[in-house]
């Protein structure tokens, strides 16, 4: 059952039941959690932490809760720590929809909004002046199909990407969109991206940004072995499988946002298309997508 109808923006979503999520890697983090886990519940919220930090912290059993527990029982979810934090509660948390939004900890931070100097004042901004917007953005879906019958499947937020199980090897493959054949590759893997995931792994292989609001995936080759190789932007829409020679390596991998590997082999078939999960990423009122990108990727400012 839906929480919010995110799709008109509503800006009148209330809070009563928030979730701390992330992984501490400094006790300066830990410490964040513990702060903000304060100034939450001394503004009346329930506050619901990460199982595993919650313990770190020794608070009461009543506060602890599963990532699944908190999608099932908040209205919104902080995540503290960077992209990758993000990423890993996201794919969990798409299916509950929920609103999220982090506190970057980490370096890049993409999906990380807020920035931790000003972490009380921004939070204040939204959960009391409701000076926000939600942004809905989808995921991909890959599953594994083995004469006939799918064995495995994940979800990614950024891209799922093809690849030999060992380091090196060129893989030999086949794309089909909507069941039509597209083109043969040669070459030492494919990722498949989203909107989000065109400013991650993607970029560094030469695919093109995509803003976040298209709908559209786009299939970059890793180290094609043809120079007139070039990345393919096609609907988000599409359904895409994947088929492979007979001679490639015994195993392959599909990678979901580099944290979940699903193994296959060469007989098998691999379908990506977009999840019936949405990521509901919750920003400030002030958020601008190309600034984030100028910020990022260090490109000249205007008037500069």
């Known amino acids: 059952m ?57 608070l009461p059993e009543k506060h602890l809760a599963s990532i699944e527990q908190i999608g099932e029982q908040a209205q919104l979810a902080i ?10 509660r996201a794919r969990i ?8 939004i982090g506190i970057n900890r980490g370096n890049l931070g993409f999906l990380t909004d807020i920035d931790p100097k000003n972490a009380y004042a921004q939070l204040e901004s939204c959960l009391k ?12 879906e890959a599953c594994i199909e083995r004469e006939g019958k ?48 065109s400013t991650a792994y993607s970029l ?23 120079l007139s190789s070039r990345p393919l932007v096609i609907d988000g829409d599409s359904q895409i499988s994947v088929r492979f ?3 490639n390596s ?13 193994p296959f082999t060469p007989d098998d078939i691999v379908h990506i298309k977009k999840s019936n999960d949405k990521l509901c990423l919750l920003h400030l009122k002030n958020y601008n997508y190309y600034n984030v990108l100028c910020s990022k990727l260090g490109w000249l400012k205007h008037g500069a």
């Open 2 to 58: 839906l929480k919010h109808n995110f799709n008109n923006n509503e800006l009148h979503i209330s809070f009563h039941t928030i979730g701390l999520l992330g992984k501490p890697r400094r006790d300066t983090t830990l410490q964040m959690h513990k702060n903000l886990f304060q100034w939450l519940s001394e503004k009346g919220y329930q506050v619901l932490v990460e199982y595993e930090i919650g313990k770190m912290l020794s």
């Open 150 to 197: 799918i064995i495995a499947t994940g979800n990614a937020v950024n891209e799922a990407v093809i690849h030999p199980a060992k380091i090196a090897h060129m893989i030999d493959f086949h794309v089909y969109i909507n069941g039509n054949f597209a083109f043969s590759q040669k070459s030492d893997g494919l990722i498949i991206s989203t909107p989000t995931g």
């Open 79 to 88: 995540v503290i720590g960077g992209d990758g934090n993000m990423l890993g």
């Open 204 to 226: 560094s292989a030469g695919g093109p940004i995509l803003t976040p609001k298209l709908n559209a995936i786009s299939l970059v080759p890793m180290y094609p072995h043809t």
């Open 93 to 100: 948390l798409a299916k509950y929809n929920i609103a999220l």
């Open 250 to 262: 015994s195993q392959l991998e599909v990678g979901c946002d580099s944290q979940i590997t699903l």
């Open 245 to 247: 020679a007979e001679y």
């Open 129 to 140: 002046d409701g000076e926000f917007f939600v942004e809905e953005r989808f995921l991909l």
